[in-house]
């Protein structure tokens, strides 16, 4: 099989993985001729696309020698036997290790810019490269991404040496080769066009994923009277098509359903093809009295109340988003012995008010607060100690209580599209 360019090789390659296409998978290109053949397979399944960054880490004195590789996010995956083997130092494997995760974080922010890493927590993650020839780049980012939380690990490419596909099936959940020629050599000898893909190449192709997923998110919401126990409850409702699940989002104090930043993480769970209901907790004659935003009783009451009427009119799992004062009403509800929730986020929350709640809690729950927001980050450590469930406590580096620096936001929504994905 010969493939006239990387393009082309994506094209037919996107074909061989449609039965991937329900799992919701994420795709990852390895840099840099990786990226233009996952361009073409990410648009096909209509997932997002990212780069898996990842930095073979070479004995000293034989760099050949790979004694373990790291990827973003802190991930190392060491052999343990070769490093004993090697008679090298703590300190020079150290140094090593130092070396590439500077060019690791170097080349990271080249390609990506601001935009945060698409998490894979739980996800199906399909690892892409224009072709594979010795397998040992694959096999360190396939050992990276199932490290980084993937729930199942596919590798796909156009052609590949083929004992280089039986060794790598034994650290994939499954490959996707279009060719394994018993004569391979090389991998460029099977593309008419093999020209090297630069830098600006695979920037600018991400750049258009990220748009085109921005541009799918762009949910038609209708207003909606949310039913809470006789009481009419102003929202916005967005039922994307085929929407798997429905997340209801309980603001906080001083908020409403109309917080930009709560519709900027509402428009990301759309394009994931998540169901959102924003709507006020409160009337506006209550929103007056501010002490009602800190009655989380009467919240977390009106937030059930609304979870059957939402219930009614779509039977669907649905999960929970809470900011601030709302996320102590989320995990309130949550903690009722009737309660179905399948997930819960806090941004910026204050769980702390839910208090003796929180041990009640059965939905995986997790905590997403800015590293600067310090006060608030003690409380949600203190509130995560009570809690008996799944959880997990993210901390965004560098930002505040409302997540106003560049990218921060957008971080905060990739993780919380990745637990719902995960738990809905």
């Given amino acids: 099989m010969l493939f006239t360019d990387r ?50 880490l070479g004995v000293p004195h034989h760099r050949e020698l790979g004694f373990g590789a790291i990827g973003e996010g802190g ?26 995760g500077a060019e690791l974080a170097r080349q990271a922010r080249r390609f990506r810019g601001d935009r945060p890493r698409v998490p894979l927590d739980g996800r199906t993650v399909i690892v892409v490269d224009d072709g594979i020839a010795t397998g040992a ?40 080769c279009l060719s394994a020629p018993p004569a391979f050599r090389a991998v460029g ?55 798997g699940a429905v997340v209801m989002f309980a603001h906080g104090s001083g908020s409403s359903r109309r917080s930009p930043r709560n519709r900027t993480v509402a428009a990301d769970l759309n394009g994931a093809g998540l169901g959102t209901l924003l709507f006020d907790l409160l009337t506006p004659a209550e929103e007056a009295d501010r002490a009602n935003v800190f009655d989380i009783g009467t919240l977390a009451g009106r937030l059930a109340d609304a979870t059957g009427w939402m219930r009614r009119r779509a039977s669907l799992p649905i999960g929970y988003f809470g900011a601030s004062t709302g996320a102590a ?19 910026g929350g204050r769980p702390d008010l839910a208090g003796p709640r929180l041990a009640a809690v059965r939905a995986p729950t997790l905590l997403v607060v800015g590293g600067n ?26 930002a505040t209580h409302l997540f106003e620096e560049p990218g921060a936001l957008e971080q905060v929504a990739a993780l919380a599209r990745a637990w719902f994905a995960r738990h809905l």
């Fill in 7 to 56: 393009a082309d090789a994506g094209e037919r390659l996107a074909g061989a993985v449609r039965h991937l296409e329900g799992e919701r998978p994420v795709v990852l290109g390895l840099p840099r001729g990786g990226v233009p053949v996952a361009f073409p397979v990410a648009r096909a399944l209509g997932a997002p696309l990212d780069v898996i960054v990842v930095r073979k």
């Fill in 329 to 347: 009403a989320a995990l309130w509800a949550a903690s009722a012995a009737e309660a179905d929730i399948g997930a819960v986020v806090s941004r």
């Fill in 137 to 176: 780049t694959a096999a360190a980012a396939c050992r990276v991404v199932r490290a980084q939380g993937a729930a199942r690990v596919v590798l796909a490419v156009p052609v590949a040496a083929p004992d280089a596909v039986a060794r790598l099936r034994g650290e994939t959940d499954e490959v996707v």
């Fill in 373 to 398: 927001d310090t006060t608030v980050l003690d409380l949600n450590r203190a509130a995560q100690r009570e809690l008996r469930c799944e959880n997990r406590l993210e901390v965004v580096p560098g």
């Fill in 189 to 243: 000898e099977w593309y008419r066009d093999f020209s090297q893909t630069p830098d600006e190449e695979v920037v600018s192709l991400l750049a258009r994923a990220a748009a085109g997923t921005a541009h799918r998110r762009a949910p038609r919401s209708v207003a909606v009277e949310v039913d809470a126990g006789g009481l009419a409850l102003a929202g916005d409702l967005a039922l994307p098509e085929g929407a």
């Fill in 75 to 100: 991930v190392r995956v060491i052999s343990e036997h070769i490093v004993s083997s090697s008679r090298v130092t703590p300190q020079d494997l150290a140094a090593v290790e130092r070396a590439e």
